[in-house]
């Protein structure tokens, strides 16, 4: 009964809070002006100096069934005599879109300069990503820095945070607040609204995010992703398993580690680079293709039964909702939490509500004396504008 999703437009803007459940409509194509600026873009980038086949041939498809504006050429990029020239606007402040000038081997470089920067000793980073719908002053992005700075032996943390940015607005919103910062390319598609769940823009950003990291499992670093809506009031890495490659936090815990019926969430996870984990995520990214239409969460959800998992010798443990929590299922104890996790939860603005009240509760619970902490007769006020109900619980 509570499966159900509503009918009012869900707008889902991290892997968390509602899941995808059979039998929903497919996502609609985008609409023409849509179509139509990416033509453009992929256009421009047409004229970058080392693409990556896959973007040509798109370029090249859409260059031939795209309607393209007077004025360009509109021949395939094979038959121009000479690329156009690639179009770097510098912004307002002067500054050039890393993603217009980006080629993929100065990109992959500014990824290793950054992830080195922001490493721990053993190799360890904090990851998060962000779009241009989180990243305003005063949104989620903002409350995600600031738990780290409110909560207990987090604000060392941030060091070696690196956000990866999907967008422009967000990549300059992040240099202004944060240290490490990294825009995560993506030529041919415009991430910068607030997705709407279930559209195939949002999976697509679900899927990319995952194949990158990937990619930093690649480059040997072991990372906690976290989404920038989870709150976070206590150093995690105490509660990681020894010996799990891949942990993650659930929505629902059954009470043991290792059991399959825990349901997972995919905005939390900690995971160690090696060889199983590499290959877990490999076979989790090409999973997208036999569940089309799912996103990332939801296909983890299916292939964590897949003998295959077995068979590549990943050591899976899902984290106890008593220290990684949610709105799905609240941390009880003050005393203990680690993260607290607006998932659970439609829309910016309820989230964003109800984000403000878990802080406050933190800082009314941080400001008790040591007494009264231990007595634990502190609860959370939420959630308020975020909905128990939507779990299926
Ligand atoms: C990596 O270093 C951090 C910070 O010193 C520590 O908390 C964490 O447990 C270490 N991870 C491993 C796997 O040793
Ligand atoms: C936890 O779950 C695993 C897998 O289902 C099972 O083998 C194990 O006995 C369970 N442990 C406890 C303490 O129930
Ligand atoms: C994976 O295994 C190979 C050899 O089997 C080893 O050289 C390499 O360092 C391993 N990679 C990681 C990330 O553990
Ligand atoms: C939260 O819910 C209350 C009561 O239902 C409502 O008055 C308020 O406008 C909501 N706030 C947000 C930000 O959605």
């Not at 370029?59 to 020239?85: E, M």
């Not at 823009?201 to 194949?211: F, N, P």
């Not at 068979?311 to 939490?337: A, H």
Request: charged share 20%; proline share 6%.
């Amino acid at each position: 009964m509570a499966r159900t999703l509503p009918t009012k437009t869900l707008v889902r803007t991290s892997a968390t809070s509602i899941r995808h459940f059979p039998g929903h409509s497919k996502p609609s194509p985008p609409p023409c002006a849509l179509m139509f600026r990416k033509a453009a873009a992929v256009l421009l980038l047409a004229a970058a100096v080392a693409l990556p086949c896959a973007v040509l041939y798109r370029a090249a498809v859409l260059n031939a069934v795209q309607p393209v504006q007077v004025g360009w050429d509109r021949r395939p990029w094979w038959q121009r005599d000479q690329p156009p020239p690639a179009v770097m606007v510098p912004d307002e402040d002067g500054d050039v879109d890393p993603a217009a000038a980006g080629d993929p081997e100065s990109d992959n470089l500014k990824l290793e300069q950054v992830l080195q920067e922001a490493s721990m000793d053993n190799k360890t980073i904090i990851l998060t990503t962000l779009n241009a719908a989180w990243a305003s002053p005063g949104s989620v992005i903002d409350l995600f820095i600031d738990s780290f700075r409110r909560g207990v032996r987090t604000r060392s943390l941030l060091r070696h945070l690196v956000i990866i940015t999907f967008d422009w607005k967000a990549y300059k919103q992040c240099k202004k607040i944060h240290t490490h910062c990294f825009a995560l390319v993506t030529k041919d598609v415009d991430f910068s609204q607030e997705k709407r769940f279930q559209t195939a823009g949002y999976l697509e950003m679900m899927w990319k995010r995952l194949d990158f990291l990937r990619l930093v499992l690649e480059k040997g670093y072991s990372f906690i992703f976290s989404d920038s809506d989870i709150m976070w009031f206590r150093n995690p890495f105490p509660h990681f398993y020894p010996d799990g490659d891949f942990q993650i936090a659930c929505d629902h815990y059954v009470g043991n580690a290792t059991d399959l019926r825990n349901i997972a969430n995919g905005g939390f996870n900690y995971v160690r680079s090696n060889n199983h984990s590499i290959e877990f995520y490999k076979f989790w990214y090409s999973s997208r293709l036999r569940y089309p239409g799912y996103h990332d969460q939801d296909v983890l959800n299916f292939i964590k039964h897949d003998p295959y998992i077995t068979d590549i010798g990943v050591t899976m443990k899902f984290l106890s909702t008593t220290y990684f929590g949610g709105i799905c299922e609240p941390s009880r104890d003050l005393n203990k939490v680690c993260t607290m996790h607006a998932n659970c939860c439609i829309g910016l603005h309820s989230k964003l509500h109800d984000l403000r009240i878990m802080m406050e509760d933190w800082m009314n619970y941080m400001s008790m004396p040591l007494s009264l902490k231990r007595f634990g007769a502190f609860s959370w006020r939420v959630p308020q504008n975020c909905s128990l109900s939507l779990h299926n619980q």
